[in-house]
């Protein structure tokens, strides 16, 4: 490659690949000997690139941070994953994200290739995010969070719990998971002695303390499992028993994974299912064509007969 600026472009698109690159790969990828890749690294200090050199037989040539962020360099997918990605970030409920998000898309948008920005254009006006508005978080409690789980360090902050109490808590924090637009942080709770999923929209003025902590093993297989099985158990579940007059094996593939049936009879079979809204139960049990008697909850029951009154009074007339 005889074209230097060119070359110094595709060696700086290179080198910011997180390895190490031989000099002798880097001129076998560049068409140049190493003597002249030994030059364009220096012309990159030279610019302000930080590349960093090791010798011996596994060293190699890399970027390393420096004080100016050097401008990317991406490929067509690169370029639109990152278009994207700032567009959902735009939604997430983090205070501030939405501004921050949109002047980024626009210097990304502004430098695209125009086939590129006809295809991430195409792709924002195609899509319609759902409306799903969420308490909004503090990017600095984040930022003091995500600092205390990477130090494995303890935090102390306010928090206000569901009913409006508020206490002061010391934590050794886990993770931070996002569920939707809300999110929550796994920690173990020293006062409480126990694991807590605490909502971090609730969570005031976290501060590091400085106390080091050796990581403990959470009873779950991840921290999204913990918190989808602590959100499940406190989410409000009702329990449906009732019969369904049709066959048991005409039932089974309607039915699937959302209850447990019991044959009852040559065509008629009971199931037991839950749900943590009666509305839901409801609708489960319309869908599946065919006539039923409920047993249990009485709530569920008396729903339905409020369901049919507003569907006779919406066909009557």
């Known amino acids: 490659m005889t074209d230097t600026p060119a070359r110094l472009l595709t060696l700086l698109s290179l080198l910011q690949t997180p390895r190490e690159w031989p ?25 302000g690139y930080p590349v960093e050199s090791t010798m011996g037989a596994e060293g190699g040539c890399r970027l390393v941070a420096g004080a100016a962020m050097p401008p990317l360099l991406l490929d067509d997918e ?50 319609v995010p759902m409306p799903d508005p969420g308490p909004p978080v503090v990017p600095e409690d984040l930022a003091a969070l995500a600092a205390a789980i990477a130090n494995h360090e303890r935090v102390r902050f306010g928090y206000r ?9 010391l934590a050794e924090p886990h993770r931070l998971v996002v569920a939707g637009r809300r999110w929550y942080l796994v920690a173990w709770d020293v006062d409480r002695d126990d694991w807590r999923l605490f909502r971090v929209d609730r969570v005031r003025r976290p501060h590091g303390t400085g106390a080091r902590t050796t990581p403990r093993e959470l009873p779950a297989d991840d921290a999204a499992a913990f918190v989808t099985a ?24 309607r039915v699937g994974n959302a209850g447990e049936l019991t044959a009852t009879g040559p065509a008629a079979c009971r199931v037991e299912t839950h749900a943590d809204t009666l509305d839901w139960l409801a609708f489960r049990l319309l869908a599946l064509g065919c006539e ?8 569920l029951a008396a729903h339905l007969r409020a369901l049919a009154g507003r569907i006779t009074r919406a066909t009557s007339g």
């Open 78 to 127: 690169e370029a639109v994953a990152i278009t994207v990605g700032l567009r959902a970030a735009a939604r997430q409920a983090v205070a501030g994200i939405d501004e921050a998000s949109a002047r980024a898309l626009a210097k990304l948008e502004q430098v695209l290739p125009s086939r590129l920005r006809r295809r991430v254009r195409t792709l924002g006006a195609a899509t």
């Open 161 to 169: 719990d569901g009913e409006g109490r508020e206490s002061r808590r």
């Open 230 to 253: 602590k959100l499940y158990r406190t989410a409000p579940t009702h329990r449906a028993v009732v019969t369904l007059h049709a066959p048991l094996e005409e039932m089974r593939p």
């Open 23 to 47: 000099g002798t790969v880097l001129a076998a990828r560049l068409a140049v000997s190493t003597r002249t890749i030994r030059r364009d690294i220096d012309r990159l200090r030279g610019l």
């Open 292 to 299: 039923f008697e409920v047993h249990e909850p009485p709530e």
